[in-house]
């Protein structure tokens, strides 16, 4: 039997941005899929978090990079909690190195997840998603700073971004809106891995406040492009960052 609440597909949600992300719209009265692409145990974790509070919450497996999975998992969100209102694209990668050390392989996996991934899921959303709703892209703030290494990955978010703006647009009619948030350096396992203390401590105060975001930092920017106070934000991108750039 489908609920009555709203419901909302947070992609990458078993950790990190995307479980602050599912557990915060939990709290609003969303219903939320958490979606992962291998790592069940946490996204039954974060399931059960949510459940421990009064929200209702389902897990589903999908590599957002193959269009069948994603066809899929809007096919299984539709028939155990209805329609979605809202998608939240915050499943990515990143991998790091110098152009000059980019492999063939290193490149695609980037782009398929970060980009086509992101293309797979606004498709489905697009022909799907009820009129009024809400799409929220995720991009990166490295944008604006352009720092070594992160070429590839900061390329794959800048065509998320454009693709946001354009959506946007092709969304009239329909009263949907699409915005991109980018957040700074933030901490979480996708960002802290493979950093010295060093790095971290150097990353952390390259904005003005000096610290790490957290991830509820994020989660409630993305709370309030959902929310009806945020409904005349449309195609933009929001660098929440701490004033980094």
Avoid at 28 to 52: M, P, Q, T, Y
Avoid at 54 to 65: K, L, R, T, Y
């Amino acid at each position: 039997m489908l609920n009555i609440n709203p419901v909302a597909i947070v992609t990458g949600s078993s950790k990190g941005i995307g479980a602050a992300v599912a557990k915060q719209l939990a709290k609003e009265g969303f219903s939320v899929v958490i979606n992962f692409a291998s790592n069940e145990k946490n996204a039954l974790d974060v399931v059960d978090e949510i459940k421990v509070l009064g929200g209702e919450a389902v897990a589903i497996q999908c590599d957002v990079s193959k269009p069948h999975e994603v066809t899929q998992l809007f096919d299984r969100t539709e028939a155990m909690l209805g329609i979605p209102t809202v998608l939240v694209n915050s499943a990515g990668i990143m991998q790091l190195a110098t152009v000059a050390e980019t492999s063939d392989e290193l490149f695609d996996k980037v782009v398929a997840v970060n980009f086509k991934g992101t293309f797979n899921t606004l498709r489905e959303a697009a022909k799907r998603m009820k009129n009024g709703g809400r799409i929220i892209n995720f991009s990166t703030s490295v944008i604006g700073v352009n720092l070594p290494t992160y070429s590839i990955y900061a390329a794959s978010k800048a065509a998320v971004e454009t693709m946001t703006a354009i959506l946007s647009k092709e969304m009239r009619g329909r009263a949907i809106t699409v915005n991109t948030v980018a957040p700074g350096p933030t901490a979480t396992k996708l960002f802290l891995d493979g950093k010295s203390d060093e790095q971290i401590e150097k990353l952390s105060k390259m904005n003005p406040l000096e610290r790490l975001a957290e991830p509820d930092d994020v989660a409630n920017t993305v709370s309030f492009l959902v929310s009806k106070e945020g409904g005349w934000i449309n195609g933009q991108t929001l660098r929440v960052n701490g004033g980094m750039v």
